[in-house]
């Protein structure tokens, strides 16, 4: 049986954006590729609200994630993590030698802008990272606000971390000072893994620039320079099925509207946050919690795997808590093409199991 994924990523892809994958091959040095490459490139910059550059990587978030820290820290690296996946680029920059601070707080609450002013203010800092959304704990960091504090550090290369938000929430890159602005294809784009997409600065590419050691199959100058010459191709093999797929289903999100994609996931998440708040606890700060996935502390001491095998047998999935919060919370996605309907059908088979 079919599970339906109410997990935060993979995500229930749409059979039409499927069978798109299913597109013939074309060259990949072709200029079927190249005019595919370009309208990718047109539409994220619109869900994305920026005139930087897009580019695109046949790996997953994390393959950018760690490119940017790699290419774009000339002195150090701020790293502000919320959870586990930011706390993953600071990983990230040890594994590749760059110099980088990590500064954490709490699980369940958010990075502040004042945080990120004292530790800039230190001068000892040329890039920054922020997680916009993390799916361990479910909180989506104000970075308009963190993005106001940045502008003051000229010199500060700014990456953010969307790979769960992006498409599910309104992201302005441009507006908020972003130059490396990263996400992938299997969560709020609703596609399968497999693809990595960020917007990449002038300034983000003047710095990289002036880093050695760039490495090679993710190397941003590179990546950059071959789309300028060569009308949106890339050094390497790119995953042309995914691409088909995703040029596609950007079409859709445009006809849908951003703006009614984003308020389509904000109803799915204030109905998600009232149900946990009536049958269980919100484990993230409410004022910061997430548009495209809900943290759920667990405070009845219910079995989540067996809830989840339950549901299961009725053709549902939800994700536990993630590293150390496992059993401790469980977390519930709405995001892609997800439905606030779906949302209602899974709630209410919860409802059904725990006898709510």
Request: aromatic fraction near 8%; hydrophobic fraction near 40%; charge should be neutral.
């Amino acid at each position: 049986m079919h599970k339906k994924l109410f997990i935060p990523g993979p995500v229930e892809v749409k059979e039409d954006v499927l069978q798109k994958m299913a597109t013939p091959m074309i060259g990949h040095r072709t200029k079927d590729a190249s005019i595919l490459q370009r309208s990718i490139s047109e539409k994220m910059m619109k869900l994305f609200y920026t005139k930087n550059q897009i580019m695109l990587s046949t790996t997953s978030g994390s393959g950018f994630m760690e490119a940017a820290i790699r290419c774009c820290t000339k002195k150090r690296a701020a790293v502000f993590a919320v959870g586990a996946f930011g706390k993953r680029w600071f990983d990230m920059a040890k594994g590749n030698g760059v110099p980088a601070d990590l500064f954490e707080v709490e699980w369940g609450t958010h990075t502040t802008p004042e945080m990120v002013d004292k530790a800039l203010a230190t001068g000892k800092y040329d890039l920054i990272t922020v997680t916009h959304n993390e799916t361990s704990t479910g909180i989506m960091n104000p970075v308009d606000e963190i993005g106001e504090v940045v502008k003051k550090y000229p010199e500060v290369v700014f990456c953010i971390d969307t790979v769960s938000s992006a498409a599910g929430a309104k992201i302005e890159v441009d507006k908020w000072g972003v130059d490396i602005c990263i996400t992938s294809t299997q969560k709020a784009l609703g596609l399968p893994p497999g693809l990595a997409i960020c917007t990449i600065s002038e300034k983000a590419i003047e710095r990289a620039k002036t880093v050695e050691n760039r490495g090679f199959y993710l190397d941003l100058v590179k990546i950059y320079n071959t789309i300028q010459k060569k009308d949106h191709q890339y050094p390497s093999t790119p995953n042309l099925s995914l691409m088909f797929a995703l040029d596609y289903q950007l079409d859709k999100i445009m006809k849908e509207g951003l703006e009614n994609r984003f308020n389509r996931h904000t109803e799915m998440a204030n109905y998600v946050r009232d149900w946990a708040k009536k049958h269980f606890e919100l484990f993230a700060e409410e004022k910061y919690t997430s548009n495209t996935l809900t943290t759920v502390r667990n405070n009845k001491g219910i079995s989540v795997k067996d809830l989840n095998n339950e549901l299961g047998k009725r053709g549902f999935m939800i994700s536990n808590g993630y590293g150390d919060l496992k059993e401790k919370t469980f977390r519930i996605a709405h995001m892609a093409d997800t439905t606030l309907d779906e949302v209602k059908e899974l709630l209410s088979n919860i409802e059904e199991i725990l006898g709510l």
